[in-house]
């Protein structure tokens, strides 16, 4: 066969490396939103687990300690009270900011200024906490009931803290 009649297939067209191309670079966006939502969900998870890891590490400090103890909870978490009656709850494993490990992560709240611990351990006060971030929907939410300070952690829907199936 003469050289001009040959046709080298061997190799892929211009057209055909494009349209591979844009198909690779559509499945890794796609991915990467995935990844991104599913990363500010954990976030989201991760605080409010933190959140109530902190009032239980409350709780248990002044059970220890035989006396009434208060937490203070900031944009960064749990931390002593600014001023106040009552001394801080004081355990080894309660951190300073036990709660939010991550700034992107937002809490709001209508707690006072001081959560109160008995000295038996249980809150003394109540209130909601908000937790969210940024490239998620989901917002969790935590209430505190009295008279014995009973946490429930839920989805925050139309205004309210519901309960979660997921949980």
Do not use: K, Y
Request: with cysteine; hydrophobic share 45%; proline share 5%.
């Amino acid at each position: 066969m003469p050289p001009s009649e040959r046709r080298d297939s061997a190799g892929f067209t211009l057209v055909e490396l494009l349209v591979v191309a844009a198909l690779v670079g559509g499945a890794t966006t796609v991915g990467l939103m995935q990844a991104a939502r599913d990363f500010a969900r954990e976030r989201v998870e991760s605080a409010s687990r933190q959140l109530v890891l902190g009032l239980e590490l409350g709780r248990v400090s002044a059970s220890r300690q035989g006396r009434p103890c208060a937490l203070r909870l900031s944009d960064s978490g749990w931390q002593a009270p600014a001023m106040g009656s009552l001394p801080a709850c004081q355990d080894e494993r309660l951190g300073l900011g036990e709660g939010i490990v991550d700034p992107a992560v937002r809490i709001e709240h209508n707690l006072p200024d001081q959560v109160r611990f008995s000295s038996n351990g249980l809150v003394l006060d109540g209130g909601t906490v908000r937790i969210a971030a940024a490239g998620t929907e989901l917002v969790r939410c935590l209430v505190m009931s009295l008279p014995l300070g009973v946490v429930r952690v839920g989805r925050w829907l139309d205004s309210n803290c519901r309960p979660d199936a997921a949980l």
